[in-house]
């Protein structure tokens, strides 16, 4: 079984701070992590993935997350935000397991990032 | 990078008409494909997945008859609304998967809404 929660259904940071999106995770298996953001009437865009490699992993657009299994997160941050940030977040897991689930994805509820001028 | 084209991203229709939405992988093959739904403020709600040339695996408690899926080729598949109604105004996204483990390809999405 796997599972994830997004701790925060609300973030909001005022432009040039830091952001910090936060998540936690349940998996049997050994897991491949994901931060996708999403604007308005459109789809996901991948930011990061994390796939057993570098704990530390660094995405498009300045954000980073970084893996630790002793916590089971997947944090996403970037050290200042810019307005252009300001959309919803999914952080989703796919467990690689050998069963039906196999390659299927699991959702959070998403958190909304909103930056204040 | 993989791109997937989602078509249409809006429409609006009358009740009771059948909308298609069509999902394509526009650089690369897949061999499977999942359509979501979600609703306003809430995170996707997987609806099915879509395996080239064998019929969609649905979620529990999505009616296969209400949401035809079929995926005749590696770079296309389609989700048909049949007798649409407004309770099926929502937010349809498809994605690729593009192997075990590895992130899926979204489309943009299609806003559809039934009068």
């Known amino acids: 079984a796997q599972s994830v929660t997004q701790l925060d259904s609300h973030v909001s940071v005022s432009e040039g701070t830091p952001v910090l999106l936060r998540c936690n995770y349940s998996?049997?298996?050994?897991?491949?992590l994901f931060w996708y953001v999403q604007h308005p009437n459109k789809g996901l865009q991948l930011l990061l993935k994390y796939t057993s490699a570098a704990t530390l992993v660094k995405g498009i657009n300045g954000f980073e997350a970084e893996f630790k299994k002793s916590e089971t997160s997947f944090h996403l941050t970037k050290p200042s935000a810019h307005m252009s940030d300001a959309a919803e977040y999914f952080c989703v897991v796919i467990s690689e397991a050998f069963n039906t689930n196999a390659g299927k994805s699991t959702f959070g509820d998403g958190t909304t990032l909103t930056v204040k001028p | 990078g993989a791109v997937v084209s989602q078509h249409p991203s809006w429409v609006i229709c009358k009740s009771g008409t059948s909308v298609k939405i069509e999902c394509r992988s526009l650089d690369f093959q897949a061999t499977t494909m999942f359509w979501y739904r979600q609703f306003p403020k809430q995170s996707l709600m997987l609806m099915a997945t879509?395996?080239?040339?064998?019929?969609?695996?649905?979620e529990q408690g999505v009616e296969k008859d209400k949401f035809l899926i079929n995926h005749a080729s590696l770079t296309l598949s389609t989700l048909t609304v049949t007798s649409a109604h407004p309770e099926d105004s929502s937010f349809y996204i498809c994605s690729a998967d593009t192997g075990l483990g590895q992130p899926q390809h979204f489309g943009d999405g299609t806003r559809l809404s039934i009068l």
């Open positions: 998996s049997s298996y050994s897991p491949s």
């Open positions: 879509s395996n080239e040339g064998s019929k969609a695996t649905y």
